[in-house]
């Protein structure tokens, strides 16, 4: 008798798996989907904006509003590390550029918060943990930007460490969970956009609205499906192994996101995890923190991709994004009252969205949407 319950304990535990796993992979195949109809939409407004920034302030709001639009930094900083080593775009305008894609990557976070709306306790946790990130770049882009343009801080620490790294040979990294991601959304986009012959724009259109069904269903189950058979497991896992301090959290974020080359994916994990109650906020932020330095590393093999005089530029700019993440980590983490005041911001959001859930809604279209497009398009 104790044998037959131990085998189907087992297979259970197999089936969990399997389902987790599926679950999985459709979350990370939506997020793919709707970078694929963004850029589809808005990869030459992106570059139009890159390459036309009238001053080192329309910068800023430059690279918050084509992040948001392309849903990657790694995307951003990688154009402009090109558009600086061809010479299009003078490295000090590169510099809050480079900034503003940082608060722009976030957008997908709160998304996929927004994805938990409909359970008030779940949503603000959720919240939480995805604008601790915005609220994070925020703080340090009000304290390096003013010192960044007056005394040019950033650009000649990078000029320094530039010429350690110049004449590097570019290496080449390839996301795994992109391989396994992309032929499949490659696959649906194809049908859709082209074997449905549906008229643009209306075949992007359909293509986004079934990658946030995708999401949002997605999402609903992964929730429910670790509340229900997991829940005390993943605490164990979390609160022993994976988030035991700050330092492991930290790296980890930082490990996973160069591995996967987007920032994106690897905090917008752990979004699910918080609205499911399974990770606190204080565990949450070092994870992202990690996974701010760890998304600099695409722009850094792209700048040591190219050859020339436009090398060391590139490599500049890259190491800028660099800079500014590393200097936010230690001046809103490592110094201990400034570490509260991003989580402080966070959770009273996180109550605010609670009682009236329509302002994520209003935070997610007016900071990554409406506010950067109207000040660049009043100030060009």
Same mark, same amino acid.
């Given at each position: 008798?104790?044998?037959?319950?131990?085998?189907?304990?087992?297979?259970?535990?197999?089936?969990?798996?399997?389902?987790?796993?599926?679950?999985?992979?459709?979350?990370?195949?939506?997020?793919?989907?709707?970078?694929?109809?963004?850029?589809?939409?808005?990869?030459?407004?992106?570059?139009?904006?890159?390459?036309?920034?009238? @001053?080192?302030?329309?910068?800023?709001?430059?690279?918050?509003?084509?992040?948001?639009?392309?849903? +990657?930094?790694?995307?951003?900083?990688?154009?402009?590390?090109?558009?600086?080593?061809?010479?299009?775009?003078?490295?000090?305008?590169?510099?809050?550029?480079?900034?503003?894609?940082?608060?722009?990557?976030?957008?997908?976070?709160?998304?996929?918060?927004?994805?938990?709306?409909?359970?008030?306790?779940?949503?603000?946790?959720?919240?939480?943990?995805?604008?601790?990130?915005?609220?994070?770049?925020?703080?340090?882009?009000?304290?390096?930007?003013?010192?960044?343009?007056?005394?040019?801080?950033?650009?000649?620490?990078?000029?320094?460490?530039?010429?350690?790294?110049?004449?590097?040979?570019?290496?080449?990294?390839?996301?795994?969970?992109?391989?396994?991601?992309?032929?499949?959304?490659?696959?649906?986009?194809?049908?859709?956009?082209?074997?449905?012959?549906?008229?643009?724009?209306? @075949?992007?259109?359909?293509?986004?609205?079934?990658?946030?069904?995708?999401?949002? +269903?997605?999402?609903?189950?992964?929730?429910?499906?670790?509340? @229900?058979?997991?829940?005390?497991?993943?605490?164990?896992?979390?609160?022993?192994?994976?988030?035991?301090?700050?330092?492991?959290?930290?790296?980890?974020?930082?490990?996973?996101?160069?591995?996967?080359?987007?920032? @994106?994916?690897?905090?917008?994990?752990?979004?699910?995890?918080?609205?499911?109650?399974?990770?606190?906020?204080?565990?949450?932020?070092?994870?992202?923190?990690?996974?701010?330095?760890?998304?600099?590393?695409?722009?850094?093999?792209? +700048?040591?991709?190219?050859?020339?005089?436009?090398?060391?530029?590139?490599?500049?700019?890259?190491?800028?994004?660099?800079?500014?993440?590393?200097?936010?980590?230690?001046?809103?983490?490592?110094?201990?009252?400034?570490?509260?005041?991003?989580?402080?911001?966070?959770?009273?959001?996180?109550?605010?969205?609670?009682?009236?859930?329509?302002?994520?809604?209003?935070?997610?279209?007016?900071?990554?949407?409406?506010?950067?497009?109207?000040?660049?398009?009043?100030?060009?």
């Amino acid at each position: 008798m104790l044998p037959k319950i131990s085998k189907n304990k087992t297979l259970r535990r197999i089936l969990s798996a399997i389902v987790f796993l599926f679950l999985l992979y459709v979350f990370f195949l939506s997020i793919k989907l709707i970078g694929i109809t963004c850029k589809f939409l808005g990869k030459d407004v992106v570059k139009h904006f890159l390459a036309n920034t009238s @001053s080192p302030l329309i910068g800023l709001f430059v690279g918050i509003l084509t992040t948001s639009i392309a849903q +990657s930094s790694s995307f951003t900083t990688s154009l402009v590390v090109g558009f600086v080593g061809s010479g299009i775009l003078p490295l000090t305008f590169a510099v809050p550029i480079i900034m503003g894609a940082n608060i722009g990557t976030t957008v997908t976070n709160t998304i996929i918060a927004i994805g938990q709306i409909k359970w008030r306790s779940e949503f603000k946790r959720a919240i939480s943990a995805a604008v601790v990130h915005d609220f994070f770049n925020i703080l340090t882009v009000l304290v390096l930007l003013p010192i960044e343009l007056k005394f040019h801080y950033l650009l000649k620490l990078a000029t320094w460490f530039s010429a350690v790294f110049e004449n590097m040979g570019g290496v080449k990294l390839v996301s795994p969970i992109s391989m396994w991601v992309k032929p499949v959304a490659k696959f649906i986009e194809l049908f859709i956009v082209h074997t449905l012959n549906i008229p643009k724009p209306w @075949s992007v259109i359909i293509l986004f609205a079934i990658s946030l069904g995708m999401l949002f +269903s997605t999402l609903i189950f992964i929730v429910k499906f670790l509340r @229900s058979t997991m829940i005390s497991k993943v605490e164990v896992m979390i609160d022993k192994y994976i988030f035991r301090n700050g330092a492991i959290a930290m790296g980890l974020g930082f490990l996973v996101t160069a591995i996967v080359q987007s920032s @994106s994916i690897t905090t917008s994990l752990i979004v699910p995890l918080a609205g499911a109650g399974l990770l606190s906020l204080e565990k949450a932020f070092p994870f992202t923190l990690g996974a701010n330095v760890g998304t600099t590393v695409t722009a850094l093999m792209a +700048s040591l991709v190219l050859t020339g005089d436009g090398q060391t530029a590139a490599l500049t700019a890259a190491l800028v994004h660099l800079l500014f993440n590393i200097n936010g980590i230690l001046v809103f983490y490592v110094i201990k009252p400034l570490r509260a005041i991003p989580l402080l911001f966070a959770r009273k959001f996180g109550e605010v969205c609670e009682k009236k859930r329509r302002y994520a809604i209003l935070y997610l279209i007016s900071v990554f949407g409406l506010l950067p497009l109207i000040v660049v398009l009043i100030r060009r």
